[in-house]
């Protein structure tokens, strides 16, 4: 299981440090590192894709203090670890999505009750290193390692290089996210549909 220290650990071997032996060790790289996290790159790399490890599901009511000028008639506050909408639909298996608008922290539509599957940084989701596959894990301790070579004045690591490995990296762990996905059933072609209709007619 990855934790802070861990991830600190592997940022370091992509810049070529010496890697921290705790978080409190007093070096140059942890306190370096310990910038870079505050600048919020987890957030940023949960962003980056619709990870199933970071995936949150929610049935919300619209809210009966907000009420809009025009346009769609419901408002919706938005959860507060909310950072990328997957879907957003108005039953609870995700089969009809619904026509919506995202603005000022909001999601307005036209039902009473939507479901709303979305990435979260809560600690029990996006935030639960627990949960990490290891792909996610090496694309944090890169981006972390580029955060720091970018922001620091005269380092000698190739930050276009680390940029080029980030972005492999990134790719590689949305393909792997991506075959944990059910696999969807493909639409009935129009030819198989016209089979069907005609067994049932003769039937």
């Not at 590689?172 to 049932?200: I, M």
Request: charged share 25%; with cysteine; net charge neutral.
């Amino acid at each position: 299981m990855p934790s802070r220290l861990s991830l600190y650990q592997g940022a370091a071997g992509f810049l070529g440090e010496r890697k921290p032996a705790s978080l409190t060790e007093n070096v140059t790289i942890r306190r370096r590192l310990d910038t870079a996290w505050d600048t919020e790159v987890l957030k940023e790399c949960l962003e980056d894709g619709q990870w199933n490890h970071a995936m949150r599901t929610i049935r919300l009511d619209y809210s009966p203090s907000v009420e809009p000028d025009f346009g769609y008639r419901r408002a919706f506050d938005k959860p507060v670890d909310w950072l990328r909408t997957v879907v957003v639909t108005s039953d609870e298996y995700f089969k009809c999505p619904v026509n919506y608008s995202d603005e000022a922290g909001f999601l307005f539509a036209d039902i009473d009750t939507l479901y709303w599957r979305f990435v979260s940084n809560d600690v029990q989701y996006g935030m639960n290193l627990a949960k990490w596959p290891p792909s996610f894990t090496r694309y944090v301790e890169c981006s972390l390692a580029h955060q720091v070579a970018k922001s620091t004045t005269g380092s000698s690591v190739d930050v276009e290089d680390l940029a080029r490995q980030k972005k492999r990296l990134l790719i590689t762990a949305r393909s792997k996210d991506a075959l944990n996905e059910q696999t969807q059933s493909l639409p009935r072609g129009s030819w198989a549909s016209a089979r069907v209709g005609r067994s049932r007619e003769n039937g």
